[in-house]
């Protein structure tokens, strides 16, 4: 299913909802009727999917560096232990 982007002609709102072809989506900010809802045709999904994917590999790359920074965390424990038991 597209993600299609909509424009509420009540309150200016924009977002993003996934429907089928036929089917048209309600404002969620001021639930104005569908009818009051106009598709963007000029829709950007594939730069969203893009800015997606990079998110998640910028997620991908923060968690890398938190296990990086837990590894550390561990070895210095393990050091002070070895020291204060020694
Ligand atoms: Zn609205």
Excluded: W
């Excluded at 509420?8 to 404002?27: M, N, T």
């Excluded at 560096?65 to 020694?86: G, L, P, T, V």
Aim: aromatic share 6%; net charge positive; with cysteine.
């Amino acid at each position: 299913m597209p993600i299609y982007d909509f424009q509420c002609k009540r309150c200016g709102h924009q977002f993003e909802k996934l429907v089928r072809v036929d089917q048209s989506a309600e404002c969620p900010a001021c639930q104005a009727a569908s009818c009051e809802v106009v598709r963007l045709f000029s829709s950007p999904a594939i730069s969203t999917q893009k800015s997606r994917s990079v998110s998640l590999a910028e997620a991908k790359g923060r968690s890398k560096a938190i296990k990086k920074e837990k590894d550390h965390a561990q070895a210095e424990y393990e050091r002070n232990y070895i020291r204060d038991h020694s």
